[in-house]
């Protein structure tokens, strides 16, 4: 567990590919399983430790996770997440495809409960969301893209979608539209940096993770 911020309000972890960020039917341990015990034996806290999930990264997916110590920094940073007052940037390895140097997509999305995996539908659908994600190709290699993202909200696989839908899958990500699975099972999606004003001390604050230890993100 890599632990790139922490005060008295909020953790924020380096979650690496593969790691739950909370718990599920696998009842695999969690990150904030993780937390929670981190905190108890550090503080010596006695009784439960209250840690409240900000934001969620799929299991899949690398990087910033964001971990509340209060209930009132959890609300907090809530609202942040719901006035989108947080910049959250993400790098993507995609499969080449000729694509524009760059754009903002607005797609609307609608999540398949059963099948765990978001569809971009019509504005009219029932129960679809409208999803907003900007990026900016940075780097092209021999097979792959690399995109810079800049996310407006924040929908159930919504980078991952998005992406698909111009014919750019993440590379990995076999669920939707890659060509083959990478052999950790991850896919190439990382959180990159966050940047907001601490909802307690008000300070500009901006949090960068540093990439997982797999050859393609070495190249970078």
């Given at each position: 567990?890599?632990?790139?911020?922490?005060?008295?309000?909020?953790?924020?972890?380096?979650?690496?590919?593969?790691?739950?960020?909370?718990?599920?039917k696998t009842g695999d341990q969690s990150i904030l399983e993780l937390c929670k015990n981190y905190i108890k034996l550090k503080y010596n806290k006695k009784g439960n430790v209250f840690l409240g999930l900000v934001n969620r990264i799929d299991r899949p997916t690398s990087g910033l996770l964001i971990l509340a110590k209060t209930s009132k920094c959890l609300e907090r940073m809530n609202k942040i997440l719901r006035n989108r007052e947080i910049k959250k940037t993400y790098l993507a390895i995609t499969e080449k495809h000729p694509i524009k140097k760059s754009d903002r997509l607005i797609n609307f999305l609608k999540k398949n409960e059963k099948k765990n995996k978001s569809f971009v539908v019509n504005k009219e659908t029932k129960g679809s969301k409208e999803s907003i994600l900007n990026y900016k190709l940075v780097k092209e290699l021999d097979n792959y893209n690399v995109l810079k993202i800049n996310l407006e909200t924040g929908r159930h696989h919504q980078i991952r979608t998005q992406l698909s839908n111009i014919s750019s899958p993440i590379m990995g990500d076999i669920k939707y539209g890659a060509k083959r699975p990478n052999k950790d099972l991850s896919i190439c999606l990382h959180s990159k940096s966050l940047e907001f004003i601490h909802p307690v001390t008000k300070k500009q604050l901006k949090i960068e993770a540093s990439f997982p230890d797999l050859k393609i993100w070495n190249s970078l």
């Open positions: 567990m890599e632990i790139v911020f922490e005060d008295n309000h909020f953790l924020i972890i380096n979650k690496k590919p593969g790691q739950l960020s909370q718990s599920d």
